[in-house]
């Protein structure tokens, strides 16, 4: 990722990839995702912000699209692919800057000093 672009203290890195394997007890492959397995095969090009609109995701950035953890142990069981999720941009925004999450009853709140609560609304 050339990062050195957005100026400031951001250094060049390679990006890594996430993936899940899941094994059997025999040592077979039960069920795998990567960005580079179906349906995220056909994004592209593989940058962390390209528009995903495959699977029954649509308007999330590659980088937020995550297997649905609650969705894993029943995949195993019904030997199927783990459903797919889009973290939300808001999500992954705060995360990206390193702002601490308020989870209070679902809804989630950040206090950002220079940033009105309109901005904030806006990019949900």
Excluded: F
């Amino acid at each position: 990722m050339d990062a050195t672009k957005y100026g400031g203290s951001y250094t060049d890195y390679t990006m890594i990839q996430p993936a899940l394997v899941v094994l059997r007890k025999d040592g077979t492959v039960q069920q795998t995702w990567s960005w580079n397995t179906a349906p995220l095969d056909r994004v592209h090009p593989k940058t962390e912000m390209t528009p995903v609109r495959v699977g029954g995701i649509h308007g999330e950035i590659l980088v937020g699209v995550r297997p649905m953890s609650a969705d894993l142990g029943p995949s195993i069981l019904e030997d199927r692919d783990v459903k797919l999720a889009g973290k939300p941009k808001l999500t992954l925004m705060i995360e990206m800057i390193g702002l601490p999450k308020l989870i209070c009853g679902g809804a989630v709140a950040a206090a950002v000093v220079g940033v009105g609560v309109g901005y904030l609304r806006s990019l949900l």
